[in-house]
């Protein structure tokens, strides 16, 4: 054991040390704008989760300092770890990089072991939740980031000289932040949230819930429980209510058989966090298709946590057709038999139906999605989540449907799960985050050269800082000269 306190001092020196032998931060380089007397921001963020602060990180350290990042919820509980991820540990290897960008000390083993040394490391199996979550928040504080909570986005427009205006909601004050670039860093939902079968949508919100809606656990205390689904959330969810006290749980399944295998781990490498941009869309469409085709198992734990429970009951080949309220309760139709519950839980997704946000209105009917003309029936199935994605450019950036309909979606970048398709997993899941946050840094900060070339050739010609100073040599040829005379 060590004095985790001591460890984490020492590790935050390591780090120190480490950013200077990189010479990171490098210096600040993007010249500053204003709207009248206001500032103008490079680059926010929209979400400090993950992904939020990995972008932000690699573009501080890049020399683009003039960045903010904006979170709705309080300080802390950003990201789902606190809030909807049910799980008791992370699915992930507890030795991934994770969003280290590329430096030792920045990673979750340098934080575990400086906190409970590197034996303790060896004997974790899986990392913890909330012992994560407390690695995020450290890492946010560590890294000076600057992140603003309990701060919704509640409208995004084009404003002056190209640049973007976001209007800001804090303690029911609204106010406007320009900025160069935004970014989309909103996590696991992604552009449109969750994703709610047809069935639910005209039953009393009192009956039912997402998976990552906010829910009561402990009123479900005594209750007869459904869980629809059959992915990681629908066991979390599952076996967080039977550990709360539900009466019964049954779980009800579409397939006939629960998958067993997770194919993307089995071809995870290198070439597939860098080259899956690269390939040809039908490519790209269709690995996916066949890994959501093959659906990604739960895991083993997450399942026994469940099936553990006597009060537990899985059902396999049994869709649920509808749902109908009987008073107090509801009732579930499916093939197999009719299921009464005091409460649903729906484990089915998200979606990529961002034309309902308020939020996005100015610009989210002019996005290409991969349904624009990108999707051939060659490709695979065509589901609906896939062909609603937006079809993204290289620096996760939208696309517009039509040339010149909506210029400032060139600045506007979804670095969230709805780019998988485009770009792989790199903006979602630990494993490549770090690959994803430098390829946003790379595109962002080509980007804003660009747009300053000017002031960028006009510094070159300014300079004049000498190398030189005239004295450190003597010119031989008016010698020559008078020689040969």
């Not at 990392?127 to 450290?138: A, E, N, Q, T």
């Not at 941009?277 to 739960?298: A, E, H, I, S």
Request: some cysteine; overall charge negative; proline content about 6%.
């Amino acid at each position: 054991m060590t004095d985790s306190t001591s460890g984490l001092e020492a590790l935050e020196d390591r780090i120190a040390k480490d950013l200077t032998l990189l010479e990171l931060p490098a210096k600040s380089w993007v010249p500053h704008r204003a709207v009248d007397t206001q500032a103008v921001l490079d680059v926010i963020f929209v979400g400090a989760g993950m992904c939020g602060l990995a972008g932000a990180a690699r573009l501080k350290l890049a020399g683009v300092d003039n960045i903010a990042l904006f979170d709705a919820a309080p300080e802390g509980l950003e990201g789902p770890w606190e809030t909807f991820a049910r799980m008791q540990t992370l699915r992930s290897p507890k030795t991934l990089a994770g969003p280290c960008l590329g430096i030792p000390s920045l990673t979750f083993r340098a934080f575990y072991e400086a906190n409970w040394g590197e034996a303790a490391f060896e004997e974790m199996d899986k990392i913890p939740k909330g012992v994560w979550m407390d690695y995020l928040r450290w890492y946010r504080k560590v890294l000076a980031l600057p992140v603003t909570n309990d701060t919704s986005v509640t409208k995004i427009a084009a404003g002056p000289d190209g640049l973007i205006a976001v209007t800001l909601e804090h303690q029911s004050r609204s106010r406007v932040e320009y900025c160069r670039h935004l970014v989309l860093a909103t996590g696991r939902s992604g552009l449109g949230g969750g994703a709610t079968p047809d069935f639910l949508e005209q039953i009393d919100r009192k009956f039912w819930a997402h998976s990552a809606d906010p829910i009561d656990f402990d009123a479900l205390k005594g209750k007869r429980v459904v869980v629809i689904g059959a992915g990681a959330s629908a066991m979390d969810n599952a076996a967080t209510a039977l550990e709360a006290g539900a009466a019964s749980l049954d779980m009800l399944i579409r397939r006939k058989d629960m998958p067993r295998v997770n194919k993307m781990t089995g071809i995870g490498s290198q070439g597939v966090v860098h080259g899956m941009r690269y390939l040809p869309d039908q490519w790209k469409y269709r690995f996916n298709d066949y890994v959501n085709g093959q659906q990604v198992p739960p895991p083993s734990s997450s399942t026994r946590r469940v099936s553990r429970h006597d009060n537990a009951r899985i059902f396999l080949g049994c869709p649920v057709e509808a749902v109908t309220q009987q008073g107090d309760h509801v009732e579930l139709t499916t093939p197999v038999a009719n299921f009464n519950a005091d409460f649903v839980i729906a484990a089915t997704g998200f979606r990529n139906d961002f034309i309902g946000r308020s939020e996005f209105a100015n610009f989210a009917p002019h996005i290409r999605t991969w349904k624009d003309d990108v999707y051939e029936p060659s490709m695979g199935a065509p589901r609906p989540f896939m062909l609603d994605a937006p079809y993204l450019g290289d620096a996760f950036q939208f696309l517009e449907k039509q040339e010149g309909s909506c210029p400032m979606l060139a600045k506007i970048h979804c670095f969230n799960d709805a780019a998988m398709l485009s770009h792989g997993k790199l903006s979602g899941d630990i494993p490549a985050i770090s690959a994803g946050a430098d390829r946003l840094m790379r595109g962002i900060t080509a980007k804003l050269f660009a747009e300053d070339v000017e002031i960028h050739f006009a510094g070159l010609q300014a300079y004049d800082v000498p190398e030189l100073r005239g004295d450190e040599w003597v010119d031989a040829t008016p010698s020559l000269l008078e020689a040969v005379k």
